[in-house]
């Protein structure tokens, strides 16, 4: 009798559903590891992004519309900066689950102290962000801000594993927190950079330096001949502590403007994954600030 029930049992529980990861949708690889982050083995991950991808300029293909259409959530930079696909892949996957207004619709940007908002913004200003600086994923306050956010919204999802998400982001905190004390001991504090676009203002508040110009006279606008020249007397004047480039765009204007001045181009990673040792978030910043303080 023991037996049987024993067997019944066991039964039982092998024919019992397991509980289903959560499908997570991130456009960019530093969102997509957040999500592993917090998630672990209770999140499947999606990214649609390359790190070597310039997320001004990505295309909507049909493997991110189908991506979205089993999405249960849909987690994005915010600020504009996927503009050019994100409508698209939201409006295609016909998944009501991600739409805007919805628990499965995630606005990384919602979590942010963000800068830059500009009331007013035309094409003569370049391909200014009027809701702000998007590229605060150089903030570590930001990141965990987002972070949190990320582990509410798992929550929400997937109930029976709230306790789980939220320890996880608490850990994910404190670890952040532990590297934060060696990136300031950089002392970058007072330090000036020509940058080649508008990617390193979170990052400079957050550690003191200045950004006191930039290769491209206005966001997206590539720099005339002119331009480089009048650039060239600046820094001959200042003498700033580096050029910052990215490995996406503006290394071959950085390299002319270095070797007429003589100050050191300093290429950093644009997202995790975008150079060798920078498979998650922390480590990306490890990198980013032991490049600039070299």
């Known amino acids: 009798m023991l037996r049987n029930f024993v067997t019944l049992f066991v039964l039982l529980m092998l024919a019992a559903p397991a509980q289903a990861a959560v499908k997570v949708v991130a456009t960019l690889p530093w969102i997509g590891n957040l999500a592993r982050e917090v998630g672990w083995d209770k999140v499947i991950v999606t990214t649609l992004v390359k790190p070597s991808q310039d997320p001004h300029t990505v295309e909507a293909k049909p493997s ?3 991506a979205g259409r089993k999405a ?3 987690m994005y930079n915010g600020l504009d900066l996927e503009i050019g696909y994100l409508p698209l892949i939201l409006e295609s996957a016909k998944n009501p689950a991600i739409m805007p207004g919805t628990s499965g619709n995630f606005d990384c940007s919602k979590f942010v102290r963000v800068i830059e908002k500009h009331t007013h913004a035309d094409r003569s200003m370049g391909d200014l962000h009027h ?3 998007p590229h605060y994923h150089y903030s570590a306050s930001n990141i965990v801000n987002v972070a ?3 582990s509410g919204a798992l929550a929400a999802k997937d109930p029976a594993n709230a306790a789980f998400y939220r320890n996880n982001y608490k850990n994910f905190a404190s670890r952040v927190a532990a590297h934060e004390k060696k990136w300031r001991s950089a002392n970058l504090a007072g330090k000036r950079y020509i940058a080649h676009h508008k990617m390193f203002e979170y990052m400079a508040l957050d550690y003191d330096f200045f950004i006191v110009a930039y290769i491209e006279p ?3 606008i590539p720099p005339s001949a002119a331009y480089l020249e009048s650039l060239i007397e600046l820094m001959n004047i200042i003498k700033p502590d580096g050029i910052l480039v990215t490995g ?3 290394q071959k204007e950085a390299e002319f403007l270095s070797q ?3 100050v050191k181009v ?3 990673p644009a997202d995790t994954g975008a150079m060798p040792g920078t498979d998650d978030w922390i480590s990306f910043m490890d990198t980013v600030i032991n490049k600039l303080k070299q």
Do not use: A, R, V, W
Request: hydrophobic letters at 40%; aromatic letters at 4%.
């Open 64 to 66: 991110m519309i189908i």
């Open 72 to 74: 249960d959530i849909f």
């Open 131 to 133: 809701l702000g600086n």
């Open 148 to 150: 949190e956010g990320i």
């Open 218 to 220: 206005k966001p997206g």
């Open 248 to 250: 996406l765009s503006g």
């Open 260 to 262: 007429k001045t003589g």
């Open 266 to 268: 300093k290429t950093l």
